[in-house]
Each structure stands twice: as structure tokens, then as C-alpha cells.
């Protein structure tokens, strides 16, 4: 169809229902040489309705919150949560309390032909492509602000939207290993798996106690007494669990609790700091800065720009 834009072509709103049977493509990870149509980074202000997608896509939360509804299930992102999307499944995003949520997205194809088609994408019909040996790549992945992935990520958006004759082929190398890492993420989860779910409990109510702490400081080898476990089995395990070190956690409880502080107009960025166990201002502006890509002041303007609107 004549005049349809990019967006058009990758995606189209609902309402839909999952379509009953899928063909299936399989492909080899040698094989992959991604096909990227968008690469940006955006902030989303409202709610968006419900559509589908025509291929695949990688969104990365930077700061806010979404709720993502399936037909069958929800899924809420936050700061430095990946999701991969596939094509043909209807999806709805909430805001969480109607904050912004800062985002970066990619829409692609693994390989060119894959599926096979002569036309733009919206003339295709319901697939999935799944890679052989069993592996996949996870709906929802929990990284840091320092993970490759993300840092992959950023440049292909950068070199997605750059102007030399190599920026095409740097995007697609850039995103051709952020797959292979999540690849890589997912077979690693699923090995270790069985073992770690043993101490899921445990390690829930390790996290609950961070919550109680997040005025005081709190050692690897308090949480590790307070799992039960040895320091050593403890790191490994939580990292497993939770894709992240148990003091990177921490502090991205600190940094969660203090964005929800900063929605309180009362309260100066000093009070929140010490609220959230960071020891100076200057501190709490550092760490959250390096995270979100703002300092909190700026944050608060944003909370309060987007409730006026």
C-alpha cells in the first residue's frame, strides 16, 4: 500500500487476537546478519493501545516504568530491563503512574529473507524464527546500566542513525553481538536454573531485608548470613538469579525508592539522598546520573512536566 510510513509498515494497532497457527522459520547463529528498519531512542508519554508488530524487536528501558499486557500475561520493565517482542503478538504498554518511561527500541529481522518476502513487511503473513540447538532468547531480561548489551545497544542506535558509508554495517555487527549475548544470557539461566530455584525463597527474603536497609549500609556477608548460604555460593546464585551482583542490587533499590521520593515536591534532593542511604547529595546526583543518564533534579522536572500535560 502506496504512502505508508515506517511505523505503518512494522507495526499496526489493535485490537487483535493471536493468530492460530504460525509458520516457523529456524535458523543457525552463524547465520545471523540482522535487518534493522528502526533504531532510536524516545520517550513514551501516554499509554499506547494495542497492536502487533511485523518483526522482531528489542526494547531497553532506560528510566520509568511500563507494564507490557500480552493476551495471556503482564510484564512490567524497569530502569535497565530488556524485552524482546516477536512478530504477531498483541501488546499493550501502561505507564506506571503516568510517568514518562525513557526507551530505546530496535526493529529487525535476523537475517535478510528471514522470513522470505518481496514486499514491505506489513504484507506478511503470522511467523516465528527460532534458532536450532534449542536456544532462544529470554522475553524478559534484567541487565544493569553497565551490561554490553546495553552499551551494544547505544551504538547501534548511534550508528543506525550515523551518516558514514559504515554505519549500516556497524549497526547490524553492533546488534548482531547484543543477540549473541542474549543467546549466551538465556542458555546460562537455563543451566543453572534447577539449582537456583531451590533458593528462590531465600533469596526473595534476602531482598526483602534490602528493602528494610536501604537507610543504613549492608555488607555481601550480612545478606549472605541472612540467605544461609557462604559468600561465595551466595554471590553466585544471586548474580544468577537476579542478573546482577547483590550490592548492584542494592543500589538499584536505593535508586528505585528515591525516584519515588522525587514525585514528592516537599522533599529537598538532600532529604531524599539521605532517605535512601546515599551520603551527600552530590553522591546520590552522581550514582543516579550514571544510571538514569540524569541528575535527579532534572528527573523531577520530567515527573512534573509529564503530570502537568
Known sequence: ?????????????????RPASFRAFTVDLDAIKPVIRIAHR??????????????HELVLVLSGRVVVEFVDHTVELKASDLLFLQ????HALSLVADLPC???????????GLPAYTQDP??????QVRFTQGLAISERITLNAHHPAVHGLMRVVEAHNGKH?????????????????????NSSVQSSRTQTDRHAIDLERVVAFMRTRLMH???????????GLSVSHFNRLFTSWAGCSPMRYFQRLRLEASRRLLADENLSIKQ???????KDPYHFSKVFSRHDGLPPSAYREALLAGRLK
Open 87 to 90: 512478530p504477531y503478538e498483541p
Open 122 to 127: 506489513y504484507r506478511r503473513r503470522p511467523y
Open 272 to 278: 531524599v539522598a539521605l532517605a535512601c542511604g546515599f
Open 42 to 55: 524516545s520517550t513514551i508519554k501516554r499509554d499506547m493501545p494495542q497492536r502487533i508488530i511485523f518483526d
Open 102 to 112: 525513557d526507551h530505546v527500541a530496535v526493529h529487525f529481522d535476523f537475517a535478510p
Open 165 to 185: 558509508p559504515w554505519s549500516s554495517m556497524e549497526a547490524s555487527l553492533s546488534l548482531s553481538g547484543v543477540l549473541l549475548e542474549l543467546v549466551r544470557m
Open 1 to 17: 500500500m502506496p504512502g505508508k510510513t515506517l511505523i505503518e509498515k512494522v507495526q499496526q494497532p489493535g485490537p487483535h487476537k
Open 217 to 227: 549500609s549492608v555488607t555481601v556477608e550480612e545478606l549472605a548470613d541472612h540467605a
